[in-house]
T-cell receptor, first 119, second 112 residues
Framework: AQKVTQAQTEISVVEKEDVTLDCVYE???????LFWYKQPPSGELVFLIR??????QNEISGRYSWNFQKSTSSFNFTITASQVVDSAVYFC????????????????FGKGTKLSVIP | DGGITQSPKYLFRKEGQNVTLSCEQN?????MYWYRQDPGQGLRLIYY???????QKGDIAEGYSVSREKKESFPLTVTSAQKNPTAFYLC???????????FGSGTQLSVL
C-alpha cells in the first residue's frame, strides 16, 4: 500500500523567510510519480510539479524548489523569500507510474501542510 | 477560459435527503474524479470515470452515486445512506492515463 506523510500540520513564517515543507512517502512500486499541489483559501487545488522516480534531479521554478531523495523516500518543497500569496495548504501526492488504466486508480494524497505567511 | 465548474459552492442537506453536486468541465478531458476532503485530512477518492458511460468506485464510495452520461459532466449524488456527509467535495479532471489533475473550486456540504 502507498502512504504519504506530511508531518508538519501547520507552519507560520514571516514574509521573506524561506520555508521547507516535508514529504515522506512509502511505496513498493519501482516506478512512481510524486506531486505537489497548492490549495489556496479559494479551495481549488493547483498543480505545482510532477516528478518521475527515475529523475532525482532537483528542480527550481522561480522561488519554488524541490528536493527529491530516493534514499530517504522524501520529496521536500522549499519556498524562498516567502510572500503572503504563498499562504495555502500544500499537498504532496504519490501514484504508481505509469498508470495503465487497468485496476484501480491510485493517487494517494498526504494530509497537507497549512502554510501561513505573515506580513 | 477552460476549467472546471462546481456548483453550488455551499449546500445543506436535511436528514434522509439525497443531494446532487454538479461538476462540469470544458477542458475536453476524458477522465473525471470526485474527492472528499475533511478538515486536516488529505483527499480521499470517492468515484472516478475514465470515459463516458463508465465509472469505478474509489476508496470511499459507500453512500455516494455518480453518472457519466456526457463527457463534460460528472454529477455526484450524496445519498441518505451516507451518514457523515459533511465535508468539502472536490471534482477534478485529467487527460487519459494522466495523474496530473485539474480541480474545481469545491462544494462545502453541511447537514442541517
Amino acid at each position: 500500500a502507498q502512504k504519504v506523510t506530511q508531518a508538519q500540520t501547520e507552519i507560520s513564517v514571516v514574509e521573506k523567510e524561506d520555508v521547507t515543507l516535508d514529504c515522506v512517502y512509502e511505496t513498493r512500486d519501482t516506478t512512481y510519480y510524486l506531486f505537489w499541489y497548492k490549495q489556496p483559501p479559494s479551495g481549488e487545488l493547483v498543480f505545482l510539479i510532477r516528478r518521475n522516480s527515475f529523475d532525482e534531479q532537483n528542480e527550481i521554478s522561480g522561488r519554488y524548489s524541490w528536493n527529491f531523495q530516493k534514499s530517504t523516500s522524501s520529496f521536500n518543497f522549499t519556498i524562498t523569500a516567502s510572500q503572503v500569496v504563498d499562504s495555502a495548504v500544500y499537498f504532496c501526492a504519490l501514484s504508481p507510474a505509469p498508470y495503465s488504466g487497468a485496476g484501480s486508480y491510485q493517487l494517494t494524497f498526504g494530509k497537507g501542510t497549512k502554510l501561513s505567511v505573515i506580513p | 477560459d477552460g476549467g472546471i465548474t462546481q456548483s453550488p459552492k455551499y449546500l445543506f442537506r436535511k436528514e434522509g435527503q439525497n443531494v446532487t453536486l454538479s461538476c462540469e468541465q470544458n477542458l475536453n478531458h476524458d477522465a473525471m474524479y470526485w474527492y472528499r476532503q475533511d478538515p486536516g485530512q488529505g483527499l480521499r477518492l470517492i468515484y472516478y470515470s475514465q470515459i463516458v458511460n463508465d465509472f469505478q468506485k474509489g476508496d470511499i464510495a459507500e453512500g455516494y452515486s455518480v453518472s457519466r452520461e456526457k463527457k463534460e459532466s460528472f454529477p455526484l449524488t450524496v445519498t441518505s445512506a451516507q451518514k457523515n456527509p459533511t465535508a468539502f467535495y472536490l471534482c477534478a479532471s485529467s487527460l487519459p492515463l494522466d495523474e496530473k489533475l485539474f480541480f474545481g473550486s469545491g462544494t462545502q456540504l453541511s447537514v442541517l
